[in-house]
Nanobody, 118 residues
Framework: QVQLVESGGGLVHPGGSLRLSCAAS????????MGWYRQRPGKQRESVAN????????NYADSVKGRFTISRDNDKDTVYLQMHSLKLEDSAVYYC???????????WGQGTQVSLSS
């Protein structure tokens, strides 16, 4: 089993920035992908960004392209989401996920709240 611990959420004004982190620990087996989903009030959980096991490429939702950057540090088994130019509609609970390629095992973090307030 894998444990995912997220941090970095908080309250920010529109136009501001935040950096989310998600550290994985436990029975980690490479290769594994990691990424972020978010869930806004009254909405379904949606993909925000994900990154390949070697960190070579990332995929982004259209709504965050050009504003968010995903990265990872495999020495620390940690994935990051740098968020710039935040908008009111970015307010959500952000969830980190972990996906092992060969076993197809998936696990989720507990979520971290990102709130935008003008």
């Amino acid at each position: 089993q894998v444990q995912l611990v997220e941090s970095g959420g908080g309250l920010v004004h529109p136009g501001g920035s935040l950096r989310l982190s998600c550290a994985a620990s436990g029975s980690i087996f490479s290769p594994y992908d990691m990424g972020w989903y978010r869930q806004r009030p009254g909405k379904q959980r949606e993909s925000v960004a994900n990154i390949s096991s070697d960190g070579g490429y990332g995929n982004y939702a259209d709504s965050v392209k050009g504003r968010f950057t995903i990265s990872r540090d495999n020495d620390k088994d940690t994935v990051y989401l740098q968020m710039h130019s935040l908008k009111l509609e970015d307010s959500a609970v952000y969830y980190c996920f972990y996906h092992e390629r060969y076993s197809d095992y998936v696990d989720w973090g507990q979520g971290t709240q990102v709130s935008l307030s003008s």
